[in-house]
């Protein structure tokens, strides 16, 4: 782990989204997503950059170097827009330094204030250390949707579904 | 009129079919899309899924009256099981069609598409409900304000599954 300097958040840029495929294409970080080869990686970091049209994406940088990204995947269904799932990734060797406590803090932040949500999701993989996070932030579960995700292995794993009253 | 009814693939020209459904607010009120823009674009999605033939449409006397479709993964770690969505004409409901149409779909996802499961979500008190639970689907989640029909008035998403193996 490095020590976290000058943690700063700012709105993602497109360019960040070259971090984003450099962490997912990590086997160890992948195995907490649904994606699993270089094209499936390349599709959801479009999506998930999309977002800085919606000024709903941020990076958190230390030193003035990426070192997380979080967004907020906003709903333009008029019926939901009052809730919005999101997604967030820190670089392994910054893990367990605060980054991930400061996206999702401003992650509740932006919510609340530019976006006006009420409600904030999130979906985790049963035994994704994240998990304590989220509890932690004050997400609660509200469902279990069992084996959502199954390897290459074969090996199954349960998708928590958490959600956090803003 | 059950004997009446068939059962195709869903064919793109059933998009006016889908989007007169979705349009009428008897309907509309179980899904999340209100607007006739998202209207017009959910329905679009939607019915593309017929160009993998994950989507039956039901037919009596040469009307369509129901449509249900398997909305496939697009991912490889999830593509053992998927969402499906259901709709019947509410001319010909409370005649079976809902039930055969369900277990068409299910016969093609297990059969056809050889997958381990299907679900889906309905809001709280939709009429779905009871047909799901006729098929033993089981209840794994409930996200309650999950859609905002007005200021004080919100609905639960629940989320129901079954599994073949």
Same mark, same amino acid.
């Given at each position: *782990? ?8 700012? +709105?993602?840029?497109?360019?960040d989204?070259?971090?984003?495929t ?12 649904? *994606? ?8 959801? &970091?479009?999506?998930? *950059? ?11 940088v ?27 990734? &820190?670089a ?26 009420? +409600? ?23 469902? &279990? ?22 | ?15 006016e ?17 209100s ?29 369509v ?5 398997l ?11 998927? *969402?499906f ?14 039930s ?11 059969n ?6 299907i679900?889906?979500e &309905? ?6 409900i009871?047909l ?34």
């Open positions: *782990m490095v020590q976290v300097r000058n943690l700063k958040i700012r +709105l993602s840029e497109q360019s989204a070259k971090y984003l450099k962490w997912l294409s990590d086997p160890e970080i992948l195995r907490w997503f649904p *994606m699993c080869n270089e094209a499936e990686i390349e599709d959801a &970091v479009k999506i998930w *950059m999309s977002y800085t049209k919606y000024k709903a994406v941020i990076t958190a230390c030193d003035n170097v990426p070192c997380g990204i979080a967004n907020l995947y906003v709903q333009s269904l008029k019926k939901l827009s009052h809730q919005s799932l999101f997604a967030i990734i &820190v392994k060797e910054y893990r367990g330094a605060g980054v991930g406590t400061a996206l999702i803090k401003e992650l509740i932040r932006m919510g609340k204030e530019d976006f006006k949500l009420e +409600l904030l999701h999130l979906e985790v993989y049963e035994g994704n250390p994240a998990q304590r996070l989220y509890e932690r932030l004050g997400f609660k579960e509200y469902g &279990v949707h069992k084996k959502f995700l199954k390897d290459l292995d074969g090996r199954y794993y349960n998708k928590i579904l958490m959600q956090k009253k803003l | 009129m059950m004997d009446k009814l068939d059962i195709r693939y869903t064919e793109l020209k059933d998009f079919y889908l989007l007169t459904w979705l349009n009428d607010p008897d309907n509309n009120k179980w899904f999340p899309f607007t006739s823009q998202e209207i017009e674009e959910s329905a679009k999605n939607w019915i593309n899924f017929s160009r993998y033939k994950s989507s039956l449409t039901g037919v009596v006397d040469n009307k009256c129901a449509i249900g479709t909305f496939l993964m697009p991912y490889r770690k999830l593509i053992h099981h998927c *969402m969505y259901m709709i019947v004409d509410k001319k010909y409901r409370n005649h079976g069609i809902g055969t149409m369900l277990k068409n779909l299910i016969n093609l996802g297990q056809y598409f050889k997958l381990e499961s679900f889906t &309905v809001f709280e008190n939709s009429p779905m009871p799901l639970e006729k098929f033993k689907f089981n209840q794994f989640a409930k996200q309650e304000n999950f859609i905002k029909i007005d200021d004080n008035h919100y609905l639960a998403r629940i989320l129901f599954d079954i599994w073949f193996k």
